[in-house]
């Protein structure tokens, strides 16, 4: 039983490092650094992270770690103040935390407390889900609204239809190592899929940016062109001014 509760332990982990560092994203501009590096310290991070969550050293010591990490996240991956980067690693700790707590207030306010690790593991990332996907989507419509809000309500029907089959699978299910298996296929489905949705945004983004610059370019185009016939009107007639005056000089 305990290879498949560290198994789901590495892979929450995945899901959990992964809303941190798309929450710091929030806050910070991303340098330019090479995806190889950028994949490094994720790997790095994680990993660190994990063993301290699987090897039991206690809650203090694994989030030390995690705020470490995150503190990493900030100062080499992203550009501002460092008062700013520390912002953005409090926000993406708070969001953790908050998650924790509000899938922990609820289970109970509700009358069905989560007695599984793994069960409120779970709820707690996708909720963290939640929240950046709402968090992200409202920092897209400060910027531009063109962005279709079918693919965020996908993914929201994607988040709580996940909780309801992981309640169903934890209820049901009488394999113990079938439940786990479940569980951590559920948190990666949901990881991968907000991932995909992420790269997608990011690239309609691009799309949008270049057809703007391509426009820009466009109307500069042709408010060169007006210049130019604006000046040879002047010249020609600046021309025709003189070969009158030439005339009249010569009679």
């Known amino acids: 039983m305990e290879i498949y509760e560290t198994i789901f332990r590495f892979l929450y982990n995945i899901l959990s490092v992964y809303v941190g560092y798309r929450t710091i994203e ?26 301290l969550y699987v090897f039991s050293t206690g809650i ?39 998650s924790e707590d509000v899938v922990w207030i609820f ?12 069960m409120g593991c779970l709820c707690s990332g996708i909720f963290a889900l939640l929240l950046l996907l709402l968090l992200e989507r409202l920092k897209v419509f400060t ?16 988040f709580l239809g996940s909780v309801f089959l992981a309640e169903i699978v934890t209820e049901r299910m009488e394999s113990y190592e079938w439940t786990m298996i479940s569980l951590e296929l559920i948190c990666m489905i949901n990881l991968g899929t907000y991932h995909i949705y ?45 070969r009158r005056l030439d005339l009249h000089v010569t009679y």
Not at 26 to 51: D, P, R
Not at 109 to 118: D, F, Q, W
Not at 202 to 229: F, G, P, V
């Open 26 to 51: 929030l806050f910070l501009v991303s340098k330019k650094v090479q995806w190889e590096k950028k994949f490094c310290l994720y790997f790095i991070v994680w990993l660190i992270n994990s063993l």
């Open 107 to 118: 289970s109970n306010l509700i009358g069905k407390p989560i007695e599984e690790e793994a």
């Open 198 to 242: 992420h790269k997608v945004v990011e690239n309609y983004e691009e799309r949008i940016e270049k057809a703007e610059i391509l426009q820009e370019n466009n109307d500069m185009i042709l408010y060169m062109d007006k210049i130019e016939k604006i000046r040879q009107a002047f010249l020609n007639e600046k021309f025709k001014g003189k």
């Open 60 to 98: 203090v010591v694994v989030r030390i770690s995690i705020i470490i990490g995150y503190l990493c996240f900030a100062f080499i991956l992203y550009e501002g103040s460092w008062k700013m980067k520390i912002l953005a690693t409090v926000g993406a700790f708070a969001l953790g935390l908050l």
């Open 143 to 158: 910027k531009r609204a063109s962005i279709p809000a079918s693919g965020c309500w996908n993914l929201i029907l994607l």
